[in-house]
């Protein structure tokens, strides 16, 4: 069966070079697409859980927009929500009532959400995080994870990335995931400077595998952040809704006193939340942090819509189910062929890899062998699942990865040595 081209995307990111930095920059950029001359840069359409790319080829989308498409690329409930709002108006002055009808379901849905606050991305709200945090203790220090991403301000990044000072980075401690000893070393060595613990609900590294909390951890890490006052933040901006819609904190059994909200929330209408505990709501007030397109309607309607509907259907499990399905499925097909395919993370958005080869060059090449043929998936990030992916993709899917297998087998055989 021939394999997909890409010539009209290759034309566009030449002609997007000359004038995007990048030609795409962030995380759409092909930069880590391994081989990119096996990917599709430019989208023409998108329906469901697939998308059509400016060259005609359709895929079954495993990246889901990295994230925000959770529901099916248009789906009705959330189009018609949003149509509806903007024939009332969208970024108007003075807010919508939707903006508290949409706090209201966030603070019925979450039992650590007492209030909400809404921003348009991640990030926007995992800064308004760290700095109600300084506001309500006082203190400078934030402690987060090594490979934890929360966004691109300069403390969120590691550091020695460009663009990024010693400045940035002087009131930012990082421990490895999994270590509330390190934690508590870091509460001795600064004593009343810790203002902030800020992390994922499990840890997801990029070209890594996915690592879920010890047993006890969020435990222990809440009792040392209450003990020592200290906030304690989940960047629920990735898993949230995913794993439970009242959020992952309360998956695990834990109980933060802010969450930070964003990427699934309206099905990709742009809009992030932060919520948080009644003690927290003062520094929340008086912290100065607003933008000018914040108040948007059209997004706070698709969001509650959207969240409604994915309580009724309890949109967490269907994807829990269907990833765990798919992914027991396809790692029977490579053990067929001789291939260890590994799976961590949740079903919902799990890490991939192929361990055969440490390198990753054998992955990378079978994410490649899959996405010509059909089943998107890129070798260096987490996939997602949506609600959805239906039986059909599923199997479809799951006879590219044969064929995709049987491809990287006849190029390699098992015993891969780089
Ligand atoms: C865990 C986590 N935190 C923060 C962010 C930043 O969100 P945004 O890209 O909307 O600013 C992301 C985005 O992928 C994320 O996955």
């Known amino acids: ?94 807010a919508a009532p939707v903006m508290v009808e949409l706090a ?52 969120m990044q590691s550091p020695g990335h ?34 902030a613990f800020i992390a994922t609900p499990y840890h997801i590294p990029t070209f890594a595998d996915s690592q879920m909390p010890a047993e006890g951890y969020w435990e222990k890490i809440q009792a040392l952040c209450r003990r020592h006052h200290v906030v304690l933040i989940v960047d629920d901006i990735r898993q949230g809704f995913r794993l439970d819609m009242a959020g992952s904190s309360a998956y695990f059994g834990f109980t933060p006193d802010l969450t930070c909200l964003g990427c699934v929330m309206a099905n990709g209408y742009p809009i992030s939340a932060l919520v948080g505990c009644e003690a927290l709501k003062k520094s929340a007030t008086r912290v100065c942090h607003t933008g000018s397109t914040w108040f948007q309607a059209v997004p706070m309607a698709a969001a509650k819509a959207n969240l409604v509907k994915m309580g009724e259907i309890n949109a967490p499990q269907v994807m829990l189910t269907r990833g765990a399905l798919l992914f027991d499925a396809m790692v029977n097909i490579a053990r067929t062929y001789g291939y260890d395919l590994k799976v961590t993370g949740a079903p919902s958005m799990p890490y991939v890899r192929i361990t055969n080869d440490e390198s990753l060059m054998l992955h990378q090449d079978w994410c490649a062998e899959c996405t010509r043929r059909g089943a998107y998936f890129t070798p260096h990030h987490n996939w997602f699942i949506s609600a959805a992916h239906t039986d059909a993709d599923i199997q479809q899917t799951l006879e590219t990865v044969d064929e995709a297998f049987s491809a990287i087998k006849s190029k390699y055989g098992t015993d891969f040595q780089n």
């Open 1 to 94: 069966m021939p394999t997909y081209q890409y010539p009209k995307s290759q034309e566009l990111f030449r002609r997007a070079a000359g004038v995007i930095p990048g030609g795409i920059y962030g995380h759409f950029s092909p930069a880590p697409l391994v081989p990119p001359s096996a990917y599709p840069f430019f989208t023409a359409k998108a329906e469901g859980a697939r998308f059509r790319d400016v060259d005609g080829n359709e895929f079954i989308d495993y990246m889901c927009a990295y994230g925000p498409m959770v529901m099916g690329y248009g789906a009705a409930h959330v189009e018609e929500a949003a149509a509806a709002q903007r024939r009332l108006g969208d970024c108007t002055t003075g």
């Open 162 to 195: 460009h663009g990024v000072t010693d400045e940035d980075q002087h009131h930012v401690v990082r421990l490895p995931w999994n270590d509330v000893a390190a934690f508590e070393a870091v509460l001795d060595r600064y004593p009343n400077d810790v203002a």
């Open 104 to 155: 209201e379901v966030l603070v019925d849905m979450m039992p650590a959400a007492d209030w909400a606050f809404f921003a348009k991305n991640g990030a926007d709200v995992t800064n308004f995080a760290i700095m109600i945090a300084r506001d309500a203790t006082g203190r400078s220090k934030i402690v987060m994870i090594e490979g934890g991403y929360h966004g691109t301000a300069g403390w």
